[in-house]
């Protein structure tokens, strides 16, 4: 199994692009979630998805988008790309019983210039 | 208030010796899930022990185990026989419905442990 596959790993953008962060996962898992990762802050959560056409806000959602069309994948968009927004995205996946934990993708380090 | 706190920014311990990492967290969810990461310098996450609210037992995955304290809103992870591989930074997270509801992980910011041989 390939558990939760992110791409790209790497990114570039310049301010005011746009772009999809990909996000799939081939376990069935109905919990799905965006965290980003700055120095000293730990995670924060951005989107989560608790099925299938369902999405909410977590606590940093401000200029990013998620959809969930499908089980397997929760793409995140930046939609006017800002030097803020320059971190690492982990996406992560896990079966509403918790006990296995989620598991998370090997990340996206993202700089905006 | 912070949701999870990490006191600890940054551990040395002797090779062989036992860890405490310490977590406290604060939540009016009377169900909550307790979860320990470890992420090394690779840069992954790895999940390595979970503790639900409701547990009567504290969790145990190997060398890994849960000192969970329910009334003093504590859940240290205990590394026994630390080894030079454990070397690495270490999330405490919660899932809980507070405060508006989430279905994902609130995280502490870590705490930097380095294993000395």
């Known amino acids: 199994n390939a558990g939760v596959t992110q791409t790209p790993k790497f990114q570039v953008l310049k301010t005011g692009q746009s772009m999809t962060l990909q996000c799939a996962q081939d376990m069935n898992h109905e919990y799905m979630s965006w965290y980003r990762q700055d120095p000293g802050m730990g995670l924060r959560l951005i989107h989560y998805s608790v099925g299938a056409g369902i999405t909410d806000q977590g606590e940093v959602p401000n200029g990013y988008n998620v959809s969930r069309s499908t089980t397997e994948d929760f793409p995140l968009r930046l939609l006017s790309a800002a030097p803020s927004q320059t971190s690492v995205y982990f996406c992560a996946s896990s079966y509403r019983e918790l006990r296995g934990g989620y598991t998370f993708g090997s990340g996206t380090r993202l700089t905006v210039v | 208030a912070q949701k999870i706190t990490q006191t600890q920014p940054g551990m040395f311990v002797q090779e062989k010796e036992a860890v405490t990492l310490d977590c406290t967290y604060d939540?009016?969810?009377?169900?909550?899930?307790l979860f320990w990461y470890k992420q090394p310098s690779s840069g992954e996450m790895i999940f390595l022990i979970y503790q639900g609210s409701y547990d009567q037992q504290n969790a145990t995955e190997g060398r890994y185990s849960l000192n969970f304290q329910k009334a003093r809103k504590s859940a240290n992870l205990v590394i026994s026989a630390s080894q030079l591989g454990d070397s690495a930074m270490y999330f405490c997270a919660m899932r809980d419905r507070s405060g508006g509801g989430a279905d994902g992980l609130t995280f502490g910011k870590g705490t930097h442990l380095i294993i000395q041989p």
């Open positions: 939540t009016s969810d009377p169900s909550y899930g």
